[in-house]
């Protein structure tokens, strides 16, 4: 769904910027880190529109949780902004390991916004387009119990 946004969004002519959150991370980290962070910022705010993909994978470090809330943060009602979890908001706390810090990005990102799950959308549910045509036996599934 966030991948079809983005291209339509590139159809109607703007411009976006999409990564994974581990990507958009290290993007920040490694200008953080050369004293550059205000001015990448700034850069990214130019975008009318940026995907961060995958917030949920991997928790962050203090660093990185705060290094996210600032990218957020700089975009609140500036900029437009499409998050994927596999997580609810509820247990985000855990992927940034600070309640407040993820109460604080929720309260940003969801102002404003649409929220959509994939348990409520019923027209996505199936099988996964990765494993279509492949005989690899019954996959998993995250309700699946060991």
């Keep these: 769904m966030a991948t079809g ?24 980290a ?8 205000q001015p990448e910022l700034v850069k990214l705010g130019r975008y009318p529109l940026i995907v961060i993909d995958e ?8 660093e990185a949780a705060n290094l996210f809330f600032q ?8 900029a437009s902004v ?3 979890s ?12 600070d309640e407040t810090v993820a109460a604080a990005m929720i309260d940003r990102l969801v102002h404003h ?8 959308a019923h027209s996505l549910k199936g099988e996964s387009y ?7 036996g019954r996959v998993p599934t995250a309700t699946d119990k060991d």
């Design 5 to 28: 946004l983005a291209v339509r969004a590139c159809q109607a002519g703007h411009r976006i910027a999409f990564a994974t959150a581990a990507q958009w991370v290290d993007r920040l």
């Design 55 to 62: 917030v949920g994978y991997i928790p962050f470090e203090a």
């Design 130 to 136: 990765r494993m279509r045509g492949r005989e690899l």
């Design 113 to 120: 916004a649409e929220a959509h799950s994939l348990k409520e």
């Design 30 to 37: 490694t200008a953080h880190h050369s004293n550059r962070l």
């Design 82 to 84: 499409i998050v994927t």
């Design 71 to 78: 990218l957020i943060s700089n975009r609140y009602e500036r």
């Design 86 to 97: 596999n997580k609810p908001f509820g247990r985000w706390g855990e992927v940034f390991g």
